[in-house]
C-alpha cells in the first residue's frame, strides 16, 4: 500500500487519491501556429523515468485539492508533497 | 513423442540437447533486437524464415520470455473495435493458429471461445457497435443474451442478483487461451536453429549515435557494432528510447494477474467484465486465470498488492459466487507500456536505425506473431507495411491517433 502525505490532510492511503500523471509546464505560446510540436509533447509524450518523478495527484476522497508529489517509481518512496505555485 | 520421453526418463535426459544455443557476443550484427519477449523472438524469427536476414542478435537481460510474455494471462482474440485493430489482431490470430505447425512446437492454443459481458446499457451499445465492426472485417462475433451465455458459462450468475447483472455479451468463438511459454521458446528455437544469436544475461547499458544515426549498443557483456537497433522491450522501452535521446508516448504501469488452486474442469470459455474489471479463464491444469485493470499510477515496481487480490475477489465472486472457498496460489505483476490510445508504436523513429515495437500496453501477447512478421518485412524492405502504417511513431506529431477502446483491462 502506498501512503501518500496530502499537503493539507497529512498522511492517507493511496486508494484515496487519484494520479493524474507527469507534471510538466504548459506550452508558452498555446495559440501560436507553431506550438503544434509543443502541444503534441505537453499531451502525449512522458519522461516516463525510472527514479524520482514529480507528478500530479488529485485528494478526492479528502480535501479535493491537486498538489505535487516527488515519488520513486520503483521503490514507491514518497520524497515530498507540496501544492503548486506559478513559476517566478 | 511418449516413447521418446519415456527413453529420456529412463536414461535421466543426457541425449536431451539444448533448445537453443549459448553464443560469444561477436563485434557486430546487422540488427540488435533489445528484448527477449514474443515481439524480438517472433520478428528475429521471421527475418530469418521469411527474408534469410540472420545476422541478427537478440538481446535479453534476464532470461527469454521473463518480462511481459511470462507474465500475461495468454488470452489470444481480434474482436477489436477500430477497422486498424481489427486488421492486425485478425492477422495474429491466424498466425497463432498455424505456429505449432509453423514452429513444431506444441503452443497449446485452444480456440474455447471469449466472452466480454456486458453490465449496462451502454456497454450493450458498445458490444453491439463491436460486434458490427468486426462482422464487416470478417471476424467471428456476434451479441448473446443471458440465455445463451448460461449456455456457454453455467456457473456464472447471470440472473438479476448480482449488483451488476450480465445484460448480455460479445461472443467471440475464435478467441481462447495458449500456452505463452510454449510460443516463446518455439520462437527462439525456430530462430536460433536458423542462425540468430540469442543472447540471455545481456543488459543493454547504452547506445552509440553519430549524425543521428545508430552506430553501436553497449552491453553489460561488451560493445556491439550495428547499423539497426529495434527496441522491443515493452515496460521498458521508453528506458532504452532515453538512450538513444527519443521521448515515447508511453507511460509504464503494472498489471497484476493471479492463479488460483486448480480445480476439475468447469469453464470452457474466456470470460472479461469491462465493468467489474476482471477476466478469468480456466487453464489446461484447472487454474484459474484472473486479472484486472492496470494500476492506478505509474510505476517499475512488479508488486503484488492486497487490495489489488481483494477488489478482483470480490469482483470475481459477483459472477462466480461458487468460488468462495477456492485459494489463489500465485499472484503477480508485469509491466505495461500504455500508450495514449491505447495502440501499439512500430516501425521509424526521428533517430535513424533505431526501431521501435513498443506501446503494448494490455495488449502485447495477442500481437505477438503479427507484429513479429510485419517488422521483419519493415526492416528487409526498409518500408512500413499497410497494416502497421496506423501504428507509426509519427501519428502522435500530426494528432493522428487510433483511439482503441476494445483494448483489454484499461477500463473505459
Known amino acids: ?88 | 513423442m511418449s516413447l521418446t520421453l519415456i527413453k529420456q526418463a529412463i536414461r535421466g535426459h543426457k541425449a536431451l540437447t539444448p533448445m537453443w544455443q549459448t553464443h560469444p557476443l561477436k563485434e557486430s550484427y546487422e540488427l540488435v533486437i533489445i528484448g527477449g519477449g514474443v515481439h524480438g523472438l517472433a520478428c528475429a524469427y521471421y527475418l530469418a524464415q521469411e527474408h534469410g536476414i540472420t545476422d541478427v542478435a537478440v538481446l535479453e537481460r534476464g532470461y527469454i520470455g521473463s518480462g511481459g510474455s511470462g507474465r500475461n494471462t495468454a488470452i489470444i482474440r481480434s474482436n477489436y473495435l477500430t477497422p486498424e485493430g481489427i486488421l492486425f489482431y485478425d492477422e495474429s490470430v491466424k498466425l497463432y493458429e498455424d505456429l505449432a505447425a509453423e514452429l513444431d512446437f506444441n503452443v497449446m492454443f485452444s480456440q474455447r471461445g471469449h466472452l466480454t459481458l456486458a453490465h449496462t446499457d451502454a456497454s450493450l451499445r458498445t458490444m453491439r457497435w463491436r460486434a458490427e465492426v468486426n462482422q464487416i472485417q470478417g471476424v467471428n462475433s456476434r451479441l448473446i443474451y443471458p440465455d445463451d451465455i448460461k449456455k456457454l458459462a453455467p456457473h456464472m450468475d447471470v440472473s438479476d442478483h448480482p449488483r451488476y447483472p450480465v445484460l448480455g455479451a460479445l461472443y467471440h468463438p475464435p478467441g481462447g487461451i495458449i500456452r505463452h511459454d510454449a510460443v516463446v521458446w518455439g520462437y527462439a528455437r525456430g530462430a536460433d536453429n536458423r542462425g540468430v544469436h540469442i543472447h540471455q544475461q545481456t543488459e543493454v547499458t547504452g547506445l552509440e549515435l553519430t549524425n543521428n544515426r545508430v552506430t553501436a549498443v553497449q552491453t553489460s557483456r561488451g560493445r556491439i557494432k550495428t547499423g539497426t537497433v529495434l527496441n522491443a522491450t515493452a515496460g521498458w522501452s521508453s528506458l532504452i528510447a532515453d538512450m538513444a535521446g527519443l521521448k515515447l508516448p508511453i507511460e509504464t504501469r503494472p498489471l497484476q494477474a493471479a492463479v488460483t488452486e486448480p480445480l476439475k474442469p468447469f469453464l470452457d470459455v474466456v470470460v472479461v467484465s469491462g465493468t467489474l474489471h476482471f477476466y478469468l479463464s480456466q487453464s489446461d491444469r484447472g487454474e484459474l486465470v484472473m486479472g484486472a485493470s492496470v494500476d492506478p499510477y505509474a510505476s517499475y515496481a512488479q508488486d503484488a498488492s492486497l487490495s489489488f487480490a481483494e477488489g478482483l475477489a470480490g469482483h470475481v465472486l459477483e459472477l462466480f459466487p461458487s468460488l468462495a472457498r477456492v485459494r489463489l496460489m500465485r499472484h503477480w505483476a508485469g509491466l505495461c507500456d500504455m500508450t495514449p490510445d491505447y495502440s501499439p508504436i512500430m516501425g521509424f523513429t526521428p533517430v535513424d536505425g533505431f526501431l521501435v515495437d513498443v506501446g503494448w500496453g494490455t495488449y502485447g501477447f495477442k500481437a505477438g506473431p503479427v507484429s513479429g512478421y510485419r517488422m521483419a518485412e519493415l526492416i528487409a524492405t526498409n518500408a512500413t507495411p499497410d497494416l502497421i502504417y496506423p501504428f507509426r511513431y509519427d501519428r502522435f506529431l500530426s494528432g493522428d491517433l487510433v483511439g482503441e477502446k476494445g483494448a483489454a483491462s484499461v477500463g473505459h
Open chain 1, 1 to 88: 500500500m502506498l501512503l501518500l502525505p496530502c499537503p493539507n490532510c497529512g498522511p492517507r492511503n493511496a486508494a484515496e487519491f487519484r494520479y493524474g500523471g507527469e507534471y510538466k509546464p504548459r506550452p508558452q505560446n498555446p495559440e501560436s501556429p507553431a506550438a503544434d510540436t509543443e502541444w503534441a509533447d505537453y499531451l502525449y509524450f512522458r519522461e516516463n523515468k525510472l527514479g524520482v518523478k514529480k507528478e500530479w495527484w488529485y485528494h478526492r476522497a479528502g480535501c479535493g485539492c491537486w498538489f505535487l508529489a516527488e515519488r520513486h517509481t520503483k521503490t514507491q518512496t514518497v520524497e515530498q508533497t507540496y501544492l503548486w505555485e506559478p513559476e517566478q
